[in-house]
């Protein structure tokens, strides 16, 4: 229910998360893919940078970036789908990782310890 819907000669295309980074002034588009990657992933995600290049960018913005992140990424279809100087469409491979259960709660305590710093911060403040 979070995939932004656009919609053009009665077809729906979903993308699975857009952001505006308001230091690049651009939009960011990225799509997750739970297999390896393929030339039709990299074609759909230059539909999406067009569409949003010629409907919704706004004065000011730089074009906007499609990342696609899937399970395995096959160079040769990155290199021969996109043109040679392509700029804003990437292609990564995301990595599945859980953190121990010992990291977990180091950082959890990193947290906790930065948050009583803050506070302690603010009341000498005030």
Known sequence: ARQKRITFDGRHFRIDLVFYNYILKCFVLIDLKIGDLTHQDLGQMQMYVHYYERELMNEGDNPPIGIVLCADKSESIVKYTLPENETQIFASKYKLYLP?????????????????????????FT
């Open 100 to 124: 121990s259960e010992e990291e977990l709660s180091q950082e959890l305590q990193r947290e906790y310890r930065a948050l009583e710093y803050d506070k302690k911060i603010q009341i000498s």
